[in-house]
Nanobody, 123 residues
Framework: QVQLVESGGGLVQAGGSLRLSCAASGRTFSSYAMGWFRQAPGKEREFVGYISRSGGTTNYADSVKGRFTISRDNANNLTFLQMNSLKPEDTAVYYC????????????????WGQGTQVTVSS
């Protein structure tokens, strides 16, 4: 099994930046595409973006495109979510997830999940 641990969340003012990290256990990290999701209170978990196994391909939700960037460091079993120009509507618990399926824009495409880290953006 793969264990994922997230960190880097916190409180930031609108327009600010945060960098989330996701550290993975195991020795097959590079076999997984890594997704990022978020969930606000009372809302469904929504897709933020993903990065392919090699890191050569990324995809983002329209709501974050141009502001968020996903990267990975397979040598150190790390995935990152750089968040810039944050908005109050970005406030949510953010999760990283690992998947090996054919699709990557749904929570059901991922097998392993981190515990989540809270991101709060004040206006």
């Amino acid at each position: 099994q793969v264990q994922l641990v997230e960190s880097g969340g916190g409180l930031v003012q609108a327009g600010g930046s945060l960098r989330l990290s996701c550290a993975a256990s195991g020795r097959t990290f590079s076999s997984y595409a890594m997704g990022w999701f978020r969930q606000a209170p009372g809302k469904e978990r929504e897709f933020v973006g993903y990065i392919s196994r090699s890191g050569g391909t990324t995809n983002y939700a329209d709501s974050v495109k141009g502001r968020f960037t996903i990267s990975r460091d397979n040598a150190n079993n790390l995935t990152f979510l750089q968040m810039n120009s944050l908005k109050p509507e970005d406030t949510a618990v953010y999760y990283c997830a690992a998947g090996r399926g054919f699709y990557y824009d749904s929570q059901y495409d991922y097998s392993y999940w981190g515990q989540g880290t809270q991101v709060t953006v004040s206006s």
